[in-house]
């Protein structure tokens, strides 16, 4: 699935102008700064899961962190590479998280808005969860039950050839399997939407967060 065969060229320039500033910062990203505000230090590896053009990287800067980003798109990280060409904390890989675990572990994974544009929740999630050693956060659609949901491409001349996903997973499926991998969840109202449910694309879906935490043996 390209993703930008779905978006068209107008969410590409939404992912260049939060690159240079000229939009406000994300209300998600100053929520995952704050839930993992105790997480981060200097040297601290972050693995950005669905990068774009790697703006979420601004975000965290301040914290010293070695950020790594991740996404299926080439022309977002030619972008990335060159707005971040000499930063040596930075790196990019091109990469299909619905295919296979992540090229690289970090102590820290984030993932905001991907996971529900996949065709299913597995693979995606257990390789997601592969790359990390410490600490997840993950902003997606969860309710209930889960509901895989298409539509045909918003973009013209691609909707005979892909598909656009805005699914909804449940919280036992996304939580248990999280859980049952050595990490304690903890969900959070999305701060951008205040929790509350959305219509998107004709149906109704609810962001939500969840921070995930590696328990040590006896805790």
Known sequence: MGFIEITGPGYTELLLKRLR????????????????????????????????????????????????GLDLESQYLRVAEQ???G????????????????????????????????????????NLVDGALRTI??????????????ISSPVPHHRETHKKYN??????????????????????RDEYTDGMPQLVDGVVRTFYVVCARKQSNGS
């Open 21 to 68: 500033g000229e939009v406000p910062e994300l209300t998600w990203l100053k929520q995952i700064r704050n839930i993992l505000r105790p997480d981060l230090s200097p040297g601290v590896t972050l693995l950005d899961i669905g990068c774009g053009t790697g703006y979420a990287y601004n975000t965290f800067r301040e914290f010293g962190v070695l950020y790594t």
């Open 137 to 150: 956060v993950l902003r997606t659609f969860l309710g209930n039950v889960e509901h895989i949901y298409t």
């Open 167 to 188: 699914n909804q997973y449940s919280f036992r499926d996304v939580l248990g399997y999280i859980e049952g991998r050595g990490f304690k969840t903890r969900v959070y």
């Open 87 to 126: 930063v040596a904390d930075i790196k990019f890989f091109q990469h299909d998280i619905t295919t296979f675990p992540p090229p690289v572990t970090a102590e820290i994974v984030i993932c905001s808005a991907m996971l529900e544009h996949c065709a299913s929740l597995m693979p995606s999630l257990q």
């Open 83 to 85: 707005w971040f060409a």
